[in-house]
């Protein structure tokens, strides 16, 4: 099996710790921006909130599970329990803001391994 130079391997390190960084504060900063949840034609702010909890709770466990971040994360993989399903309006916003976040996460994966920003990396497979 072929091995990564010391310092090719440093990068990747030091790539994954600032991702897994910028994934969970991004995460947090997500679900705890009351603009989302709850909304403001919320129709059940408890339960909203309840499903904000389970959803936060979910993606950390994927995140931690065997020490890997599951990227890009769809939102549709997600299994509420239908008591702790989020009201239309709320799940509105906080799709929209979800995928909104995961579009920042992309676009700046390439400054956390110090490579170029996509403009500028060069498409290998031509």
Known sequence: MASLCPGALQSCIIGRANFVSSFLLETTRLLVNHRYIPSDECHDVQVCNNASQVFFAELIERSADENKILFPVDWSTFDFPE?????????????????????????????HF????????????S
């Open 114 to 125: 110090q490579l170029p920003e996509w403009e500028k990396i060069r498409d290998f497979d």
């Open 83 to 111: 008591e702790e399903t989020f009201c239309k309006e709320c799940g509105s916003n906080i799709n929209r803001a979800f995928n909104t976040s995961q579009q920042t996460l992309w676009h700046n994966l390439p400054v």
